[in-house]
């Protein structure tokens, strides 16, 4: 039996196959053939219409959002990217109801949504890169440091940045790393790993009562960096208090203060911030520093949670050096992705 063609009719009353734009064409025309002739299209779909201004409002000024009821700005400006999502269902919504209104009004959204974040959708990781960084929150109760410690140990890192480390898991965490790392130092809950000569170990108040912040100075072939440390205080959303992260805020005021404090050109940050670099309240300290993600990434390089990633609130930060890329690692059995970064510290090129 001869194979049988798929055929339509064509315009000349002939057969042959038919193409995919010949069919968007009938799609579309049956779409919108009623609309012709119909003046309600401009007079239906005010609401969404008005929604969609809204949207376009609140993403335009995310900064302005107050924080005095709830932390409302910084939660918003947490959880900013996925604000986009509203937009097609606001453009399916403009179709079923007909509004020629609200489809043209769901354009200013989508256009301040790709002034924001277009720039993070494409892939500007380059090539190269002399210092490989990374860091993880392991997770206090992580079921099994020593495979945590071998995965992130796997990446290649030259420095391994690991945050809530508890006392009793650290020896497991220095026996796995040991083959891979000759010097580290654990101040607190907050530790590094380098293949380069470190010194200058010192714990950084971030005005918590107890240690979760270090300060190192690392000596690579390229000349001395200043590595700092990092886990900053967790934020909750609760019912009846919103957003709470003062105490979050405030040490992130005083990780500013010793960033700015720093003597040394070259700075690299690591660590679990509990916050996005869109929030306000960590202005203190990525107003001085670069995201290694948002110069040198693809994608958001959401962190956590690790099982559905919805924010990128572990962070590589530097200062003085230049982002080639940054990408998350696979996942661990901590409740947060593994980062990592190359940078160049040579920039007299």
Do not use: C
Request: no cysteine; hydrophobic share 45%.
């Amino acid at each position: 039996m001869a194979q049988q063609a798929y055929m339509t009719e064509t315009d000349n009353g002939g057969s042959g196959p038919e193409r995919p734009g010949s069919r968007l064409r009938r799609l579309a025309h049956r779409l919108f053939a009623d609309w012709r002739g119909d003046p309600g299209i401009w007079r239906r779909g005010i609401v969404l219409a008005a929604l969609a201004l809204l949207l376009a409002l609140v993403m335009l000024t995310h900064s302005r959002v107050p924080n005095r009821v709830g932390n409302l700005g910084s939660l918003t400006e947490t959880f900013l990217p996925w604000l986009g999502l509203a937009i097609p269902v606001l453009l399916v919504l403009g179709l079923v109801r007909r509004s020629a209104t609200a489809l043209i009004t769901v354009l200013l959204p989508a256009f301040v949504w790709l002034n924001l974040f277009g720039g993070l959708v494409s892939d500007k990781a380059g090539q190269g890169g002399d210092l490989m960084v990374a860091t993880h929150n392991v997770n206090a109760d992580n079921p099994d440091p020593a495979a945590t410690a071998e995965d992130v140990a796997s990446s290649g890192a030259d420095l391994l940045a690991l945050e809530e480390l508890p006392a009793s898991a650290v020896p497991v965490y220095e026996k796995a790393l040991a083959a891979t790392y000759k010097y580290h130092a654990v101040v607190g809950t907050v530790g590094l790993w380098s293949k380069y000569p470190m010194s200058d170990v010192t714990a950084v108040d971030i005005k918590l009562g107890w240690k979760r912040a270090m300060h190192a100075r690392v000596t690579t072939p390229e000349g001395p960096v200043a590595v700092y440390v990092a886990h900053l205080p967790s934020v909750r959303v609760k019912m009846e208090a919103g957003f709470t992260a003062r105490q979050r805020d405030k040490s992130a005021d005083a990780l500013g203060e010793a960033i700015a404090d720093e003597t040394l050109k070259r700075v690299v940050v690591l660590g679990d911030l509990n916050g996005t670099m869109n929030d306000r309240a960590l202005n203190a300290v990525t107003s001085q520093l670069r995201s290694t993600q948002g110069a040198a990434g693809s994608g958001f390089g959401f962190s956590w949670p690790a099982s559905f990633p919805m924010a990128r609130i572990d962070q590589i930060l530097v200062k003085g050096v230049q982002p080639e890329s940054s990408w998350t690692l696979p996942r661990t059995d901590s409740d947060h992705l593994p980062i990592a970064a190359r940078v160049n510290l040579d920039t007299s090129a």
